[in-house]
């Protein structure tokens, strides 16, 4: 049975992420719930990975699960946070253009494909600016 027909992702990513938001190991998305299509069993090695591309700099985060017979949904938003190694975002007093890519994938063909733009800011600014 193709990916796409097992599961069905709803992602929606933040809009300006910062450096705080970074340091304290918050979410790159508000929302990333991958749901059970009218399937049974688990459904196993669904694949997330999500990469920040910032400047010249990228940031990759990797996650494999399986969504268990008894689920029908794993919101998984909080679980997608990318490490904070980067002189860049922390020095930087402008806002700088950034792009965030998310693939799903379900041990099988591509299910889920979105790049999106986002605001990367410095350290000056804090996760209330751009709420």
Known sequence: MAAAERIRVDVKPLPAIN???LHNRRSLFKTLDIFR???TGAIEDIEVSATLYVGEESFPFQLTVTMKESENYLPIAERVVVPLTSSVIRTQ???IQSSLYLKVTCSEPLQE???GEATTTGA???PQ???
């Open 93 to 95: 007093g402008e806002s």
């Open 113 to 115: 494909n979105h790049h």
């Open 37 to 39: 299509r009218d399937v």
């Open 129 to 131: 600016d751009h709420a």
């Open 124 to 126: 000056e600014t804090s």
């Open 19 to 21: 450096y705080s938001l």
